[in-house]
Every structure is written in structure tokens, then in C-alpha cells.
């Protein structure tokens, strides 16, 4: 088993910043794909952004491309997703997820692909 926490989420003005941290401990999180996923209220939950295991492979939404920015520390076994100049519609609650192939270098889209969730945290962008 894989356990992640999110943290980061907070209130900001459209423009701003925040930087979202996923903490994952139990199973090796480093060889798995990580992902960045949201829901808005009344809405799906969506894909954001994936990195593979290395961090070699990211994919974005293409709504965050340029703005957003996934990246991954395995040796503290934290993953990260920075966002940049932020929108209203940007807010949601975020989830981190972990999953796939053990070191296969792939990258998911999909949320059925990832095995492990976090909790969530909220983002919220005011005009």
C-alpha cells in the first residue's frame, strides 16, 4: 500500500501562486507514476497533469500547460505540482494518485490507471 497527503491548497487571487506537495510513505512510491487530478463542484473529477517514475515524462491538460508545473523528489518521496498564474476556474479540490506499472516510464491519463489517492486538498482562486 501506498498512503499520500496533499498539502499546499489554500485561498488566492487569480494570478497568483501555490504549490501543491503530495507525501507518500509505505510501499516504494518512486517507482510508480504519479498524477495531479481536480474536481470542481457539481463537475467530474479531471486529469491535470502525470510524471513517470524518473521524471523524465510529464503530460498536461492542455487548459494548465505553460501554467502548471509537475515535478517529483523520490529521494523524499514527495511529488509536487506548482501553479502559476491561476484562474477561477482552476478551483477545485486537488488529489495526487500513484499507480501503474512499477518503473515501466510510462505516464497516465486515465484516473482508473492509478492505484493509490490521496485525501484531496482545495484550491480556491478568487477574482
Known amino acids: 500500500q501506498v498512503q499520500l497527503v496533499e498539502s499546499g491548497g489554500g485561498l488566492v487571487q487569480a494570478g497568483g501562486s501555490l504549490r501543491l506537495s503530495c507525501a507518500a510513505s509505505?510501499?516504494?512510491?518512486?517507482?510508480?507514476?504519479m498524477g495531479w487530478f481536480r474536481q470542481a463542484p457539481g463537475k467530474e473529477r479531471e486529469f491535470v497533469a502525470t510524471i513517470s517514475w524518473s521524471g523524465r515524462s510529464t503530460y498536461y491538460k492542455d487548459s494548465v500547460k505553460g501554467r502548471f508545473a509537475i515535478s517529483r523528489d523520490n529521494a523524499k518521496n514527495t511529488g509536487y505540482l506548482r501553479m502559476n498564474s491561476l484562474k477561477p476556474e482552476d478551483t477545485a479540490v486537488y488529489y495526487c494518485?500513484?499507480?501503474?506499472?512499477?518503473?515501466?516510464?510510462?505516464?497516465?491519463?486515465?484516473?482508473?490507471?492509478?492505484?493509490?489517492w490521496g485525501q484531496g486538498t482545495q484550491v480556491t482562486v478568487s477574482s
Open positions: 494518485a500513484a499507480g501503474g506499472r512499477s518503473y515501466s516510464g510510462a505516464y497516465y491519463t486515465q484516473d482508473y490507471e492509478y492505484n493509490y
Open positions: 509505505g510501499r516504494t512510491f518512486s517507482g510508480y507514476a
